[in-house]
């Protein structure tokens, strides 16, 4: 019996019959590598972060050594010898040898194998080593330092097989003002004139974008940033990461006519008076860029995102830049290749040139049609079925940043993560994969964002509308360690609800691009908000409560963090939740003060001196904590990375209150804290979409997405079904979808029936910079209402999609069609 307890107590310490084993690739010493003797100059960059990530892991460099437990190989410049090795080790190779930018890696022989098809690919496979090891893709950008380990392992039989599901895939730095530029020329490009965003500042944007898996670039081209080919060593430094350089809708060839286009020398930037002078300098970029990976962006705009010079009736406008593409294509086939459906080029049907697109310009076949959002994320086009056949393809441009009407937001990013899913799905189902670009005015503010941007540009399927949150989790996870990622995942989706509420920067509810006439510059001033104190228990009050309850929860998270996290944690999370939620209060705690002072006598009204009070500290609090993030986080790295207030718009300024706080009166009410609100329906009936009794076949429901945060995405003709009880009256139906617009030339309808009448028929179409439309994309809804007549008793409602792209968020009934408010008094 002892005998036979022994034999079972050693059975116990051996691996289970087909378990797999470990294969430890660092065990102690260093860790090490070998890499085929010839590869592209971007794989010798990713070796370059590997080694470095290791130090970070294991606290010593990898080092290169023949025979090292991981080995590099890139296919299209391998030699035989090398090829029979990978051939010798079982790798399937034939599975992807044709697919640009695939890597392959597995465990074979007690090594890690990284196998790519081009350069890309196996610096891909590489830094996909690293995030094994624990290295997030933010360790310079995010200040995220992986946790020291001592064992690096994989099981014995894990291989992975990995190719992007579209072609291209990048950022296009933009409004780059108030951030990246300032932080470049003060701690990177420093020996630089002030202006220049240089090889320094591109090489660390680069490894960013070899770490999240992308290609491409639109260098940043804003009024006073130095033209991108004009710096020297920019070029070379695309060069060597193997990066693709594009150029923004109003940059053709490669050219920044802002910094570039010299009006003096050349004259006007005019095709129809000038066309010599224009084509000469569409000449001069091909022939420089000539041999590069490029991207080449043909057509015309203004100077400066604006329309085509020299240009009035609609017919001059399409002869006009069907004579620009005629002559664009015959230098390219000139000074590039004479074969020009080779080179990558791209057609952007950006505002008016959508507009002569559809009239009847002839794009060549070969030329990839890059769709766009409306500036606020929403898409307004992709591909019909014909042009979804096209060879070129299409891609799509989208923002997470934005300088314009109705409103800038170039503060803090936070674009809700199901807006994003919904609509770059959507771009995908229409054949947009050859080109996605996405706007940042900064990568380190977009980290979240980017990353889902980027992660779903290279595996569509990696991520679907009923995962969202455990993306989000996966990322907080990587980012903060298991305890303090899932800790943060609950209040992180209610931060992105708020702000899906109205994002900080419309708090204002003020506007740019306003009369002259009217405003200074423009600008209307702030206002009242459209949030009640007297509806729904105090709807404004609930709003603030429900950022201090997210507030207090990061608290709790930011307790557990390891402490070298802390600055990694203070710029993805506390900086921006904490500034969102002092904006809040700024702005709804003035327009409290200001309704509850009596005339002259603000000083001797204690309530409102407690809203004034609370509103002058969100102010303080906000710059304190933009001081923290430029001058003490991180050591002082980023500083000039975060401005205050992007172009000093009304929304930032100190608070308009009655009267001038004194500093005793600050002091005296500055612990005074509002009394929690009761959450009252008053009567209303509200649902939130996803709360539906039945839903036809392919309704679904979006995570992360609209007030409910849970929207719901119904195919043409599909429908959602509520059974609900009301009493008898009159009432207001209101219905609240998420702002999409029409996928084509058409409309983007829905229809709502009560009780088996005949349904009522809305369009969510709206003209571009209607003021529809600009109250649409700053509140995150379009709302639709129609009178009806209830009796008591049980009830039915019908929410039906007539068109495509149709997303249904909440809807109410309402006994008091009068009330103003601003939020459907439901919680997800």
Not at 214 to 237: I, S, Y
Not at 259 to 287: C, F, I, L, Q, S
Not at 616 to 644: C, H
Not at 680 to 705: H, K, S
Request: proline share 4%; net charge neutral; charged share 25%.
């Amino acid at each position: 019996m002892r005998i036979n307890r022994i034999w079972m107590a050693a059975l116990l310490l051996l691996p289970a019959a087909g378990q797999a084993r470990e294969v430890a690739w660092y065990a102690g010493g260093h860790v090490t590598y070998s890499v085929q003797k010839s590869h592209g100059t971007v794989v010798g960059k990713a070796l370059e972060m590997f080694r470095a990530d290791m130090r970070a892991v294991t606290g010593k460099a990898a080092q290169h050594r023949e025979g090292g437990n991981v080995a590099v190989f890139q296919l299209d410049m391998a030699n035989n010898k090398e090829m029979r090795a990978i051939k010798e080790l079982g790798v399937p190779y034939e599975k992807f040898i044709t697919k640009p930018d695939a890597f392959w890696m597995g465990v074979r022989r007690g090594r890690v194998v990284i196998v790519g098809s081009n350069g890309r690919g196996t610096a891909y496979g590489i830094l996909e080593l690293s995030r094994r090891a624990g290295v997030s893709p933010w360790i310079y950008w995010g200040d995220v330092t992986p946790d020291r380990r001592s064992r690096l392992t994989l099981d014995e039989h894990f291989e992975t097989l990995q190719s992007p599901s579209v072609e291209y895939r990048g950022v296009f730095i933009n409004d780059e003002d108030w951030t990246n530029r300032e932080w470049a020329h003060r701690k990177l490009d420093t020996h630089q004139r002030k202006g220049v965003m240089g090889p320094r500042y591109y090489h660390k944007l680069f490894e960013l974008l070899l770490r999240l898996r992308g290609n491409a670039l639109w260098p940043a081209m804003h009024e006073g940033t130095a033209a991108f080919f004009k710096v020297k060593g920019n070029k070379e430094v695309a060069d060597s990461f193997d990066i693709f350089v594009g150029s923004s809708h109003c940059e053709p060839i490669l050219r920044n006519n802002v910094d570039e286009w010299n009006t003096a020398k050349r004259g006007p930037y005019n095709w129809m008076t000038n066309r010599g002078e224009v084509e000469k300098y569409w000449r001069e970029r091909a022939r420089e860029t000539a041999g590069m990976n490029a991207l080449y962006t043909i057509g015309m705009r203004g100077i400066h995102d604006g329309s085509m010079e020299g240009v009035k009736t609609p017919q001059e406008k399409l002869d006009a830049l069907q004579s620009v593409i005629d002559a664009q294509r015959r230098l390219l086939s000139q000074e590039v290749n004479r074969r020009v459906e080779q080179v990558p080029q791209v057609f952007v049907p950006y505002k008016e040139v959508l507009e002569i697109y559809e009239a009847g310009l002839r794009v060549p076949d070969d030329v990839c049609l890059m769709w766009c959002d409306d500036n606020y994320g929403y898409l307004t086009r992709l591909s019909d079925a014909a042009q979804q056949q096209r060879r070129g393809g299409a891609g799509v441009y989208y923002h997470l940043s934005y300088w314009g009407r109705p409103h800038d937001y170039l503060w803090l990013t936070t674009t809700q993560p199901g807006l994003i899913y919904n609509e770059m799905r959507e771009a995908y189902d229409h054949q947009a994969r050859r080109l996605w670009i996405v706007n940042v005015h900064d990568p380190k503010v977009a980290a979240y964002q980017l990353s889902l941007f980027m992660d779903m540009a290279w595996d569509i399927n990696g991520v679907t509308a009923n995962t969202l949150q455990q993306h989000l989790a996966d990322w907080l996870v990587q980012q903060f360690g298991e305890t303090v990622g899932r800790k943060l995942v609950e209040p992180m989706t209610e931060f992105y609800r708020l702000c899906g509420i109205r994002r900080p920067e419309f708090m204002g509810w003020s506007q740019v691009e306003q009369d002259k006439k009217k405003y200074n510059r423009g600008w209307s001033p702030v206002q009242d908000t459209e949030f009640s104190a007297d509806e729904f228990g105090n709807e404004l009050e609930r709003y603030l409560a429900d950022y201090a309850d997210v507030k207090r929860k990061v608290g709790e998270a930011e307790q557990l963090l390891r402490p070298e996290l802390r600055d990694a944690f203070f710029a993805a999370v506390k900086y921006p939740v904490f500034c969102a939620a002092a904006m809040a209060t700024k702005q709804l705690q003035a327009q409290e003060a200001r309704h509850l002072a009596r005339p002259a006598n603000f000083h001797n009204d204690e309530e409102a001196l407690e809203s004034a009070v609370r509103s002058w500290n969100a102010y303080v609090e906000i710059r304190q904590l933009t001081d923290e993030y430029n001058q003490r986080m991180a050591g002082g790295k980023w500083a000039g990375n975060m401005d205050i207030a992007p172009r000093g718009l009304p929304v930032f300024q100190a608070p308009l209150l009655p009267g001038e706080l004194t500093a005793e009166e600050i002091r005296r009410y500055a612990s005074a804290q509002p009394a929690p609100s009761k959450w009252d329906t008053d009567g209303c009936i509200v649902r939130n979409a996803c709360d539906y009794t039945r839903a036809t076949p392919g309704a679904r429901i979006v995570q992360m997405l609209g007030h409910s945060m849970q929207a719901v995405a119904l195919p043409k003709g599909g429908s959602l079904t509520y059974n609900f009880y009301a009493g008898d009256g009159d009432a207001v139906l209101r219905t609240a979808l998420i702002p999409t617009q029409a996928n084509d030339k058409g409309d983007i309808r829905y229809s709502v029936s009560l009780d088996g009448q005949p349904p009522v028929v809305y369009s969510l179409k709206e003209k571009f910079r209607s003021e529809r439309w600009k109250v649409n994309v700053m509140r995150g809804q379009a709302i639709r209402s129609e009178n009806v007549r209830l009796s008591a008793g049980s009830h039915t409602l019908v929410i039906t999609a007539l068109d495509d792209h149709i997303v249904v968020d909440q809807w109410m009934i309402d006994f008091d069609p009068d009330r103003q408010f601003y939020v459907f008094p439901t919680h997800p």
